[in-house]
C-alpha cells in the first residue's frame, strides 16, 4: 500500500505532464514511454510475488473454507477460481485464495484482488459484492487498453464464491441473482458489464468485446450483446 | 544480465558486414537514382548492383527483381498486383490460399474477397501444417488466377513443397506466389529450381535492414501497382528508392544464401537436441509442426495448462527472449490461428511457446534455456486451476475429428 502512495504522489508532481502525454499514444493505443515493463509497477510486483495463491488443494487444505467460486475456460485462455473463508458473525472475509490460468495481467489481478477483500481485516461480504473490474484496475495502476478484459473475471468469480457461502451457510434468500442477466454463459458476463463497457466509450461490439472479452467464446450471445449496446447508448448518450 | 535472443522468426539483427555496406549511403551517397547529376548517377549504380547482386543470388534476371517497402508491402503488392491485372483482362477471380498464411496475405485475400469480388479458397493443412496436394490441385478452378502459399512457416516452421505445388500451378496455367520472407536463411531461393512465378522475401528476417522488401516478378506476369508515384521500379513501385536499405538487403541476402547450407545442418542439430531435452525435462507438451519438415531454428511446443504470455514475461526476467501464439501475445482475442489449424482444441494454442535460432544461437544459451523454463512451467502451472494432460487433449481431438465427420456426414 505504501508503494500506491508514493507512485500516486509522484504523479501529483507533474500532473500536467501525465494528462497531455494521453493525446499522443500511439496508433496502437499502447504507450511505453516512461515505462520499464510491460505493465505498471504493481502488476509487475503481484505477478511476481503472487498474494495469497492456494498451493495445497487436498481435501484437508480446502476444509478450512465455506464459499468457492470459478469462471471461465481454458480454451478462452482465462480460468479463475476462488477459495474464501467468511466469519458468519461479522460478515467479514477473513480469507480469499485463488488460482488463476491465464496472462500476467490476469494472474496480478487476481492477487490484488484477494488483497483488496482481506486487508484491513476484511471486506464485508456487502462490499466485496459491490467490487467492479474498474476497482481492481484502480489499484493495479491500470492496465493496457488491450489487456482489459483479463481483468473482468475476477470480480465474478469472487460474486460466484460468495453465492456459494450463502449456499452453504443456507442463507438462500441472500443468493444474488442480483438483477443482473448472465450474456455469455462461457465467461459469466452480465448485462451489467456490458453497460459498464458502453458507459466507458465502447461504441461498437469491438470495442464493448475488446473490454470485456465477450461473444469470443460464446458466439450465440452476440445477438443480444449488440441489442444492448444499442440500448445502453440511447439510454446514456441519448444516441442510437 | 546477458541476453539470451530466441526470436528470430519474429526480427533479425543487422550483420556487421550489412552495416557497412550500408553506410556510405546515408551521408555521402545520398542521391536520388533519378537525378541527372554524379550524385544521382551514384545512387543509381549502387540501385543497380544490388539489383544485379539479387538476382544472382535467387537466379532470376535482373528485370525480374523489385524492391519495396517491407515483406508485407511485396506481398500485398504481389497478392493485390496480380487479382486486380488479372481481373481487368478477364481473366476470372479465384484466388487459392491456406489457413496458416502471415496476416500479409490472409488480410489482403480477405480484402480482395470483401471489396473486390473475389472467391477465395483457404486450404486446410494436416496436423503438422501441411497442406494435401490433391486438394490444392481439386480446388483449382477454370477462373483460377493465382495461388499464393508460404514456403514456411514463421510460427511452426512447417516447410511446403513449393517445387511441388510449383508444377501443379504451371499444369493448370495458374500463376504462383510464395511468402517466402522465413526461407530466406536457411533454404533455398533459388526461382529456376522453385519455379515460381512470384516470391517475397525481406530484409528483417535475414540480417538485413527493416524496412526493405523484395518482390521476384517472373517477366510477363500480369500484375499491377498498387502503389502510384514517380514511376520507380518500372512503374510497379513509387517512391523514391532507399538505397541503403536496398544495398544491405543484398548484402544481406547474399551471405544468407552463401551460408545457408552449413547454417542448416548446424541448426538443425540445435534444434532437434532442444527439443528432445524439452520433452524430458517438461511432462504434458506437445510440439506443433513438422519433426522433419520444418525450419532448422524453429521450435514450437505447447505447455498445456498455462498460458503463454505469462511463461515469456518469467523468462523475460532472466533475459531469455522467445515468443507465444496465446491470445495475450496478440492483437485479437483468438490464440494463433496457425496453431488452430494444425487441429488442436484453444487451450493448446494459448499456450504455445516459440523459440527460433538464429547465427549467435549456441548449445549453451540454450542449456541455460534448458535449466530455466522447467522451473517457471512448474511455478505457473502450481499457480492454474486448470490441469491438463496429454490424454486430455487427445481425447478432446477426437472428439473435435467425430463432430467434423458428422458435421459434413449431416
Redesign the interface.
Known amino acids: 500500500m505504501g508503494k500506491k502512495k508514493k507512485i500516486s504522489k509522484k504523479s501529483k508532481a507533474k500532473p500536467a505532464k501525465k494528462s497531455k502525454a494521453l493525446h499522443f499514444q500511439s496508433p496502437d493505443g499502447i504507450t511505453t514511454l516512461g515505462q520499464d515493463w510491460f505493465y505498471s509497477p504493481t502488476v509487475k510486483e503481484h505477478f511476481f510475488k503472487p498474494r495469497n495463491f492456494l498451493t495445497n488443494t487436498s481435501k484437508t487444505g480446502l476444509k478450512q473454507f465455506n464459499g468457492t467460486g470459478l469462471i471461465g475456460s481454458a480454451a478462452c485462455g482465462d480460468v479463475m477460481r476462488l477459495w474464501i473463508k467468511v466469519d458468519p458473525q461479522t460478515e467479514k472475509l477473513k480469507e480469499c485464495k485463488w488460482q488463476t490460468f491465464g496472462c500476467g495481467s490476469a494472474i496480478a489481478s487476481t492477487s490484488m484482488l484477494s488483497v483488496m477483500v482481506t486487508e484491513n481485516g476484511g471486506m464485508k461480504v456487502e462490499e466485496a459484492l459491490k467490487i467492479t473490474p474498474q476497482d481492481i484496475l484502480k489499484r493495479l495502476g491500470g492496465l493496457p487498453a488491450r489487456k482489459i478484459h483479463c481483468s473482468v473475471l475476477g470480480d465474478k468469480a469472487l460474486r460466484a464464491a460468495i453465492n456459494d457461502y450463502f449456499r452453504q451457510s443456507g442463507q438462500l434468500e441472500r443468493v444474488r441473482g442480483e438483477g443482473k442477466k448472465v450474456i455469455d454463459k462461457v465467461l459469466g458476463i452480465t448485462d451489467e458489464d456490458i453497460e459498464h463497457a458502453v458507459l466507458e466509450g465502447a461504441k461498437t461490439f469491438e470495442e464493448v468485446q475488446h473490454k470485456t472479452k465477450v461473444g469470443v467464446h460464446d458466439k450465440a450471445c452476440v445477438p443480444e450483446v449488440m441489442q444492448l449496446i444499442h440500448y445502453y447508448r440511447r439510454k446514456h448518450f441519448n444516441e442510437d | 544480465m546477458k541476453e539470451i535472443y530466441l526470436d528470430f522468426a519474429a526480427t533479425t539483427f543487422v550483420r556487421p558486414e550489412v552495416k557497412e555496406a550500408m553506410e556510405p549511403y546515408f551521408t555521402r551517397e545520398f542521391g536520388n537514382p533519378g537525378s541527372m547529376h554524379s550524385s544521382g548517377l551514384h545512387a543509381k549504380q549502387a540501385l543497380d548492383y544490388a539489383r544485379e547482386k539479387v538476382a544472382k543470388t535467387i537466379n532470376s534476371r535482373i528485370d525480374e527483381v523489385y524492391f519495396t517497402g517491407s515483406g508485407t508491402e511485396s506481398i500485398n503488392l504481389a497478392v493485390k498486383g496480380v487479382a486486380r491485372a488479372c481481373k481487368r483482362a478477364g481473366k476470372g477471380n479465384h484466388i487459392i490460399t491456406s489457413r496458416i498464411e502471415h496476416h500479409a496475405v490472409m488480410d489482403s485475400c480477405k480484402d480482395l474477397e470483401k471489396n473486390e469480388g473475389f472467391r477465395i479458397t483457404y486450404l486446410p493443412v494436416d496436423k503438422f501444417g501441411l497442406i494435401n496436394l490433391e486438394e490444392l490441385e481439386k480446388a483449382i478452378a477454370p477462373e483460377t488466377i493465382l495461388i499464393t502459399l508460404m514456403y514456411a512457416n514463421n510460427e511452426i516452421g512447417t516447410i511446403q513443397q513449393i517445387a511441388e505445388i510449383a508444377k501443379i500451378a504451371k499444369k493448370h496455367n495458374v500463376l504462383f506466389h510464395t511468402d517466402a520472407c522465413q526461407a530466406g536463411y536457411e533454404l533455398s531461393v533459388n526461382v529456376q529450381e522453385l519455379g515460381v512465378d512470384l516470391m517475397t522475401l525481406n530484409g528483417s528476417k535475414i540480417y538485413g535492414p527493416k524496412g526493405v522488401g523484395m518482390l521476384f516478378v517472373k517477366k510477363g506476369t500480369p500484375i499491377v501497382p498498387i502503389i502510384h508515384g514517380g514511376g520507380q521500379e518500372g512503374g510497379l513501385r513509387s517512391g523514391t528508392e532507399n538505397i541503403a536499405g536496398i544495398v544491405g538487403f543484398a548484402k544481406a541476402l547474399e551471405i544468407c544464401q552463401n551460408a545457408r547450407e552449413k547454417e542448416a545442418k548446424r541448426l538443425t542439430k540445435l534444434r532437434d537436441y532442444f527439443i528432445k531435452e524439452l520433452f524430458k525435462r517438461i511432462p504434458d507438451i506437445m510440439l506443433n509442426g513438422h519433426p522433419v519438415q520444418r525450419l532448422p531454428n524453429n521450435v514450437n511446443v505447447s505447455i498445456l495448462?498455462?498460458?503463454?504470455?505469462?511463461v515469456l514475461?518469467k523468462l523475460n526476467?532472466f533475459g531469455i527472449y522467445a515468443s507465444s501464439g496465446?491470445?495475450?501475445?496478440s492483437?485479437d482475442?483468438?490464440?494463433s490461428h496457425v496453431v488452430l489449424a494444425t487441429g488442436v482444441?484453444?487451450?493448446v494454442a494459448?499456450g504455445s511457446l516459440r523459440f527460433t535460432f538464429g547465427i549467435t544461437t549456441n548449445k549453451k544459451q540454450l542449456e541455460f534455456v534448458l535449466k530455466a523454463l522447467p522451473p517457471i512451467v512448474k511455478e505457473l502451472r502450481?499457480?492454474?486451476?486448470?490441469k491438463?494432460t496429454l490424454k486430455d487433449i487427445e481425447r478432446e481431438i477426437e472428439k473435435q475429428k467425430a463432430l467434423a465427420a458428422s458435421v459434413k456426414v449431416g
Open positions: 495448462s498455462i498460458e503463454g504470455e505469462a514475461l526476467e496465446s491470445a495475450c501475445t492483437h482475442l483468438e490464440p482444441p484453444f487451450e494459448h502450481n499457480l492454474s486451476p486448470v491438463l
